[in-house]
């Protein structure tokens, strides 16, 4: 494939929404107030992978955070390409839908307002998203319908955090200024205290943050949600970011300072006498940061808290089970210093340590401390990032010197997947940069933005964590291709036809797409094979079986091409009056009981009973043997017909019309058979014929071949 133009997709700001990434995408190196700024949406394909466009076909600069809630995702932005006003806009993740709530031609006072400092508070609750104006604090919800209603006359500042059915802002409402409960476009005063802290951290039903009363009362406090249940248990307070906090044993794990023992890790249970120093770790002076051990990485395993402490000059591993008293060192064999990047996976705590002076490497402690070293990283390289997905851990090899541990982009390195709480370590791709701040997890895959070795280009890629399952998702480098040409040609090649009506419309879509960098070239001859699966491919996987090779050019025409000699083409009204699985069945028969194929077919299955003979070619189309007890799920499933009850084995005897165990019969199993491998693209046939139409893309090709040996050994990356 060629490139017409060279450039790179760099990712803003992202969220994942369902099973998919939603991304703030900026194309080619364009600026941000450009048109190369779009919101983009990805499942992990390049055919599920484009720009989120307006109904009309508009581009929205994003600006700030992607918020999701319920079925849709909320954003501030304006249209391309300027920045104001920015208003807050909705999306469901499909195409053409997205929906400007606040501005122009809304009702009043949503028609004039965040046009000058914006939106703020946007906070999702369900169904709900929650936002305010950020010049007047004056708060807003709306809902899957896109309507939007003020909450009375509440005015709040910051974040909110759901806790239970309702969500907590500093704000006022009815009753007083401090904390406020709101629900829906209900708000209710709850005590006189500001949230001070950043963040709010829930466990065991109960919120925790850093408050100020409006008595002076600062420190720690704690809420169930109710008035009553609002109270302050300790004059220390929660340290002022997510990371020096955490939920743990019902209550919080937290990193403060009481002007005594320095910066320390502290516990509450949610009383004022549950809560207490867990340990004065770092008491030495002289030191740079003399008596602040700092604590951070604060990670829970089982019934455990890990995390680093600074104990000058050195970061070591520490442990703490929620009693008073219980902190203890954790020593990792062949560790000097350094420990970070602490992560659960699996019900493990994997760390990176430093175990020379210029190599870090990765390990994993099992619930007794043993340790087992990971990477084999030689001096001058470490294990830079690490990032957990259920049980399994990607890392991060980099050679030295090194900008951060948190962002490695635009340096090279190797990626590796730990498979698993046993497992070793898997290579799973090289790559030019990796940029480890667009990372996130949508399921079972990992989304990361990174450039090959190759050419360095940034692009969004996707792993499951195998070589072959890390593939690059975006092109954006390329806005055509030299080598397959117009792709009303591609479509002609591969469906034996020319594009018309409805049709003409789909191929200049495709197009569009691909001139737009919504979709690599790749991604739409991809797309066109599909297309090909209910006409070209009961052709070619058809002769393949029952022949050995597939039709010559001229004979792929007449079985295929509405415009041929042959009236019953696959295109004609007969067959397009047939379900794809009945093509293949029809198509089958002909071949295997009355064709061309039929003595090769006898010879084989001839002898055999249909459990035999199902077996047989379900293990010559689909590359492996299924097993007797999948050939009796394949062929003992009952559906009603015509008002008839039937087994699938006795629906291809109605088809073959010789038998329970006739040639017939056996031949509109196999046409099921290679229905069933086409619609899911599986299988050594599957595999063959859609590398076989990649091929045919731009119309030079050899016909009348045996695909499977030809092609068998290809991997087709449609």
Known sequence: MSSASAGYLRIGAYAVFGDRLVFNGIQNGVPISGEGAAIWISDGTPQGTFKLKTADGG?????????????????GGSIAPSFQPLQLWSSSGNQGD???LTGPGKPAPLDGAFAGQGLASLTAAGSLLYFSDRATGRLYV???????SPVGTSVVSGLGTVLGGSVLFSGSAAGGTGLISVTGTTATFLAPVAITSTSVTLSGGRAFFGG??????????????SAAGTSRVSSVSLGVSTPSVKAFKDGVAFVANDGVTGSELWFSNGTSSGTFLTADINTRSGFLGAGDASPTNLTVVGDKLYFTAFVGPETNLYSFDGSPGSVR???????????????????????????????RQLYRLDAAGQATQLSDAVPNEVVRWTFAMGDKLFFYVTALPQLSDNVVFGVAGRLYLVNGPTAGAEFVGAFSGLNTDRAAV???????????????????WVSDGTVTGTVRVTDTRVTGDANYGPLSDTYGYLLRKAPTGGELDYVEQLAGKVTGGQMTAAAAIADLIDRADATTSVATLSYEFFTGKIPSAA?????????GANAANLNSAYYQAFSMENRYINFAVNLGKLGEGKDAFAAKYGGLSLSEATRTAYTTIFGSDPGAAKVDALLSPSFVLGGQTMTRAQYFALYGQDGPAGIGTKAAMVGWLLSEAAKADVGTYATANEAFLADLADGAVNYAVDIVGVYGGTAYAG
């Not at 581009?59 to 954003?75: E, K, P, W």
């Not at 709306?142 to 939007?148: G, I, K, L, S, Y």
């Not at 100020?212 to 949600?225: F, K, Q, Y």
């Open 59 to 75: 581009s929205v600069n994003m600006s700030g955070v992607f918020v999701t809630g319920g079925d849709r995702i909320y954003f």
């Open 98 to 100: 997205i929906v400007q």
């Open 142 to 148: 709306t809902d899957a319908t896109n309507a939007v």
């Open 212 to 225: 100020i009363g409006d008595a002076g009362g600062a420190g720690l406090w704690v809420t169930d949600g």
């Open 329 to 359: 060192q954790v020593v990792i064999p062949g560790v000097i210093s350094s420990v970070s990047q602490l992560k659960t996976a699996g019900g493990m705590l994997y760390a990176v340590g430093q175990d020379g002076p210029n190599s």
């Open 442 to 460: 949508v399921g079972d895959r990992l989304f990361f933005q990174a450039g090959t070795v190759e050419d360095g280009a940034a692009e969004l």
């Open 555 to 563: 004979g792929l025409d007449y079985l295929v091409s509405p415009t």
